[in-house]
């Protein structure tokens, strides 16, 4: 089975600051990669989804992510951080198996951005 | 169109008690999965339905959880009795077809307190 490990539960950045959450994946084939953002108290949204098209994915609000098979990462960046970049963002992996697919979540990395 | 709704948004029981969630997915969405969220933790895969049928609900566990998903369409998850450790937010989500490269769409979520 496949996992997502996140490193840093919680990661602080100033305003206007680079943003980096790094997001490792195990998997013995290509997989499709996710990155979601929940703000409180809501559902999960989708930031950006990587299917082999391109290594370099955008996606909303001006976050981005690299996919580098060599290092099975697929890390969460953005130029400059704003306020409204607070919550927490999860890294997911679609697995194939007998049913179908299922979506693995990591732990989750809790965005701080301070003024 | 419009998102995935779940009810309640909010509820308190008591240990032992009995508890129902309910999900509307987004129409046409073939698959709906619920999620449990502990407090600090990434979503957990609690059980899969493709149209009304159970295609993964290895981690559901049966002894308290059950889940049906009348034709095809919206579906309720049940726990009873409810345990302390029960208490998480329940998210319910659905997706288009059974393709990997196809984002989950989620509902705000049922937040339980079990006291």
């Known amino acids: 089975a496949q996992s997502v490990t996140q490193l840093g539960s919680h990661v602080s950045v100033s305003e206007g600051a680079l943003v980096l959450l790094r997001c490792n994946y195990s998997?013995?084939?290509?997989?499709?990669l996710f990155w979601y953002v929940q703000y409180p108290n809501q559902g999960l949204q989708l930031l950006l989804k990587?299917?082999?098209?391109?290594?370099l994915v955008k996606g909303i609000n001006g976050f981005e992510a690299e996919f580098k098979k060599s290092e099975t990462s697929f890390h969460l960046t953005k130029p400059s951080a704003h306020m409204s970049d607070a919550a927490e963002y999860f890294c997911?992996?679609?697995?194939?198996?007998?049913?179908?697919?299922?979506?693995?979540f990591g732990a989750g990395t809790r965005l701080f951005v301070k003024a | 169109e419009a998102g995935v709704a779940q009810s309640p948004r909010y509820k308190i029981i008591e240990k032992r008690q009995s508890v129902a969630f309910w999900c509307n997915p987004i129409?046409?969405?073939?698959?709906l999965y619920w999620y449990q969220q502990i407090l600090g933790q990434g979503p957990k895969l609690l059980i899969q339905?493709?149209?009304?049928?159970?295609?993964?609900d290895s981690q559901l566990p049966k002894d308290r959880f059950s889940a049906e998903r009348l034709k095809g369409v919206d579906s309720t998850l049940k726990i009873q009795p409810a345990k302390l450790e029960d208490s998480a937010v329940y998210l319910c989500?659905?997706?288009?077809?059974?393709?990997?490269?196809?984002?989950?769409?989620f509902g705000n979520g049922t937040r339980l307190t079990v006291t």
């Open positions: 989500a659905s997706r288009l077809g059974g393709v990997g490269n196809s984002p989950l769409h």
């Open positions: 998997s013995s084939v290509p997989p499709y």
């Open positions: 990587y299917t082999s098209a391109a290594t």
């Open positions: 997911a992996v679609s697995e194939r198996y007998t049913g179908g697919f299922k979506t693995i």
């Open positions: 129409s046409g969405h073939a698959t």
């Open positions: 339905f493709q149209n009304n049928g159970v295609v993964d």
